[in-house]
């Protein structure tokens, strides 16, 4: 927000320097970004009157020039511009002058003739026709109003002001505006702030024999409307113009540059109809239908949805409310009559819909900040008042105001005990409300019947409509801490212990992570988005729902521009980047999260968090990383997986993965890769990954272990050699095993496999060891035996039988 400090004297008499300005509104809590002076680059440069004019006697375009400038006897200057006459007023860079860009002008000759100075265009003075529509734009600047000679230029074309800029917090749009700032002003420099009631003029007839305004959008809380008839639209005058320019607005005309001046001084966004594109006289602020579209004043047609708010007649929309009008509903020179609309619209709904359009303005960076709609009158009738000042134009009588929800008034309890206690300061209750006051808060007085015993003042504050930042007493401390001075808060050591404590899914975690570095792993951590090559890396069929990832809007390159759906990939650049490195084995893992994309684009992705595991080398096989999930397993106290062939051949190899499942949940799958993705890889040993579900994981995870004390009563070990086919798997064959022995068994292991002539084709042999054991007793031979051939009945239904 740019604020000009001559602006900002018209509500409060403030005497400052710019650098003290900026100091002091920063430590009041509106940080000032820097402060500019047009004047900045500008020296020497005065208004002179051409005396006298001839041809040059060398050319037939340059001119010779005797213009005074206040001093003893008229300079003598050259120049080529064609639109000057005898008694033209305009600017003159003396000799030794700075102009705009660090330009030098210095005497010198053109064609014989000595020159003393420049006569000026607009350009050279950083100006534009916008400023002085008078002037011309390809010759020296003329004057229009008589100045006297020899005036410093910077005074004479109002280029003596200065503009602070100030970076404005999404809690204040109050601050987005001259009055708000200035209130702010007088208040940090404590003098009375004079706001400016405006006067709405009255008018001949009424606004309803030409207009008629309905609301039926949910997401507007006001709507004012009132008319101006037999508009005479010209050039503003040049105090206007100044400010506009100083805020950063290019000045237009002036109906537009009433709109945009109110908006500054107000803070709220205007706008101007021209009434003659008001189809049938009615205004209709309602929800878009679906397949309308409007083109805007920049001529771009825009595509609109229900979720739009606009402005609309009783055909059409004209305006994307709160974002920019439609092509015809600005002010051109045949406009003859006018509609002033001053509306409040939901700041969220203003910002989605600026997004979707692909516009952002200047009004909808206000809107969506949340404006006051007890502003939409005030900001109409100042800008009717300015119609009549500038004489733009003749005001209709009356003015339509639809404001279905009045806001009600918010009172907070004034409660210096608690303000202090939270400041840590000692600010007696006449210091607050003198603070409170000239920052437009209220302050009432409770009668003593409803004054409460334990109650620490009888004052309650009023907060001014616009600061919807201020709910609670905090936000009351923190008005008053800034005025009292930040630097003047005394220093205090924060009481109590902090007892911040993991969450159970970051204790679990962690203890996961701990047990993958326990077993060898080590952890590494990759991005979470990648290109689309990674699903033809990993080898997803082309209609897998994994390769419909979440696009990035601004991706760092063709390789970042997708968020991961599986981790897979990520990982397995780290084991080719150390395979590249001739790495002799590889055992890697990565806590990873994917991002599954929602139904609903609007929404967020679905995030999982998963454990990849990856190895290869000497003793890094299939097996060796299936112990190491189960070893996990074991950790996480999850029972009950079991384990069934993965023959799907995409990433995994079609023989060698498996799924372990927890139910009808899948809760890890582990295998060798393909070839084709051991290929696309450049990868030539066997590598094998397991992608584990931590969110499972975590969900079925076990009770802690609890202490049991060493076993007082010996144990019976029982080694059993089993012959099965090779089509039985081995963890079926441990399940029947654990079934059959019963509570008997402490532990079971599977300590060899051998395949070779002595068993047959198509056979294998696996040999385990019982544990068994009871707690109570000493176990006998005869309940090992009885326990064992229970075990034996129930691998004959797998076929499975004892070894000869």
Same mark, same amino acid.
């Given at each position: 927000m740019r604020l000009p400090l001559n602006w900002v004297r018209d509500y409060a008499d403030i005497v400052t320097t710019p650098h003290e300005y900026a100091e002091k509104m920063t430590m009041s809590g509106?940080?000032?970004?820097?402060?500019?002076?047009?004047?900045?680059?500008?020296?020497?440069?005065?208004?002179?009157?051409?005396?006298?004019?001839?041809? +040059?006697?060398?050319?037939? +375009?340059?001119?010779?020039?005797?213009?005074?400038?206040?001093?003893?006897?008229?300079?003598?200057?050259?120049?080529g511009a064609q639109n000057l006459k005898e008694g033209d007023l305009c600017p003159v860079a003396l000799d030794g002058s700075t102009l705009p860009g660090g330009v030098k002008i210095r005497r010198g000759k053109l064609r014989g003739v000595e020159s003393c100075g420049m006569l000026c265009s607009l350009g050279e003075l950083g100006l534009t026709t916008h400023d002085f529509p008078c002037a011309v734009e390809d010759g020296i600047m003329v004057l229009d109003e008589e100045v006297p000679v020899g005036t410093d230029a910077v005074k004479a074309l109002g280029m003596d002001d200065v503009s602070v800029e100030f970076e404005i917090t999404p809690n204040r749009p109050d601050c987005l505006s001259i009055r708000g700032l200035a209130r702010e002003s007088a208040a940090t420099y404590g003098v009375p702030f004079r706001d400016h009631v405006p006067a709405a003029p009255g008018g001949e007839g009424d606004i309803r024999d030409w207009l008629s305004v309905e609301i039926t959008a949910p997401t507007c809380s006001r709507y004012v409307a009132a008319m101006v008839t037999n508009v005479r639209v010209a050039?503003?005058?040049?105090?206007?113009?100044?400010?506009?320019?100083?805020?950063?607005?290019?000045?237009?005309?002036?109906?537009?540059?009433?709109?945009?001046?109110?908006?500054?001084?107000?803070?709220?966004?205007?706008?101007?109809?021209? +009434?003659?594109?008001?189809?049938? =006289?009615?205004?209709?602020?309602?929800m878009a239908r679906e397949g309308e579209k409007i083109v805007t004043l920049d001529g771009v047609e825009r595509p609109l949805d229900a979720t739009m708010m606009v402005i609309a007649d009783d055909k059409v929309p004209m305006a994307v409310a709160g974002v920019m009008g439609g092509e015809f509903s600005g002010i051109y020179d045949s406009t003859k009559t006018i509609v002033f609309e001053g509306a409040c619209f939901d700041g969220p709904s203003v910002r989605v819909t600026a997004k979707k359009v692909g516009l952002r303005t200047e009004a909808s960076g206000r809107f969506e900040k949340g404006l006051n709609p007890e502003n939409c009158l005030p900001a109409i009738q100042r800008a009717l008042e300015l119609v009549v000042q500038l004489d733009a134009g003749d005001v209709i009588g009356g003015i339509i105001d639809v404001y279905p929800q009045p806001r009600a008034e918010r009172r907070i309890p004034l409660r210096p005990g608690a303000i202090n206690r939270l400041l840590g300061t000692e600010v007696p209750v006449e210091q607050m409300i003198a603070i409170l006051k000239p920052l437009g808060f209220g302050i009432e007085k409770k009668p003593l019947t409803a004054l409460v015993e334990h109650e620490e003042s009888p004052y309650v504050v009023v907060v001014p409509p616009e600061r919807y930042d201020v709910e609670r007493?905090?936000?009351?401390?923190?008005?008053?801490? =800034?005025?009292?001075?930040?630097? =003047?808060?005394?220093?205090?050591?924060?009481?109590?212990?902090?007892?911040?404590?993991?969450?159970?899914?970051?204790?679990?975690?962690?203890?996961?992570?701990?047990?993958?570095?326990?077993?060898?792993?080590?952890?590494?951590?990759?991005?979470?988005?990648?290109?689309?090559?990674?699903?033809?890396?990993?080898?997803?069929?082309?209609?897998?729902?994994?390769?419909?990832?979440?696009?990035?809007?601004?991706?760092?390159?063709?390789?970042?521009?997708?968020?991961?759906?599986?981790?897979?990939?990520?990982?397995?650049?780290?084991?080719?980047?150390?395979?590249?490195?001739?790495?002799?084995?590889?055992?890697?893992?990565?806590?990873?999260?994917?991002?599954?994309?929602?139904?609903?684009?609007?929404?967020?992705?679905?995030?999982n968090e998963k454990l990849i595991l990856a190895v290869y080398g000497p003793g890094r096989d299939y097996l060796s990383l299936k112990g190491i999930v189960e070893q996990l397993l074991e950790t996480a106290r999850i029972t009950g997986v079991t384990v069934t062939p993965n023959t799907e051949g995409t990433t995994y190899h079609p023989g060698r993965a498996a799924w372990l499942m927890l139910g009808d949940e899948k809760l890890a799958v582990i295998g060798e890769l393909h070839p084709k993705v051991l290929a696309n890889y450049g990868l030539k040993p066997r590598v094998c990954v397991a992608d584990i579900d931590l969110d499972l994981l975590f969900a079925h995870r076990g009770p802690m272990p609890e202490f049991r004390p060493l076993p007082k009563h010996p144990?019976?070990?029982?080694?059993?050699?089993?012959?099965?086919?090779?089509?039985?798997?081995a963890a079926e064959i441990a399940a029947r095993i654990e079934q059959g022995a019963g509570k008997l068994l402490e532990s079971l292991s599977l300590f060899d496999i051998y395949r070779g002539e002595n068993i047959g084709a198509g056979k294998k042999s696996l040999a385990y060891s019982l544990v068994l054991r009871t707690a109570d007793r000493t176990l006998t031979d005869e309940e090992a035996d009885k326990a064992v051939a229970r075990v034996l009945k129930n691998l004959e239904q797998l076929g499975v039988v004892l070894r000869s």
């Open positions: 509106s940080k000032v970004e820097g402060y500019t002076c047009e004047a900045d680059g500008i020296e020497k440069v005065v208004i002179g009157r051409i005396l006298k004019l001839e041809r +040059h006697p060398d050319s037939d +375009h340059l001119w010779v020039c005797a213009v005074d400038v206040g001093q003893t006897a008229p300079l003598t200057i050259v120049t050039p503003s005058p040049r105090w206007l113009r100044e400010r506009l320019r100083l805020c950063g607005v290019r000045p237009i005309n002036n109906i537009v540059d009433i709109t945009n001046y109110v908006m500054l001084e107000y803070g709220h966004p205007m706008h101007a109809f021209d +009434h003659a594109y008001v189809g049938g =006289r009615q205004i209709h602020v309602r007493d905090c936000d009351i401390a923190e008005e008053i801490c =800034r005025y009292v001075g930040y630097n =003047r808060v005394p220093s205090t050591i924060m009481k109590g212990v902090a007892t911040a404590r993991p969450s159970e899914l970051q204790t679990f975690r962690s203890r996961m992570i701990e047990a993958l570095v326990g077993y060898g792993l080590y952890e590494c951590e990759t991005f979470s988005f990648y290109g689309k090559k990674a699903f033809d890396n990993i080898n997803l069929p082309a209609d897998d729902p994994l390769r419909r990832g979440v696009v990035i809007s601004n991706p760092l390159g063709e390789d970042t521009s997708i968020m991961r759906t599986t981790a897979v990939p990520s990982l397995l650049e780290v084991v080719a980047r150390n395979y590249n490195a001739r790495a002799a084995e590889v055992a890697v893992f990565e806590n990873a999260t994917e991002y599954l994309p929602a139904g609903d684009p609007e929404k967020l992705p679905v995030e144990a019976i070990t029982r080694d059993l050699a089993l012959v099965a086919g090779e089509e039985v798997p």
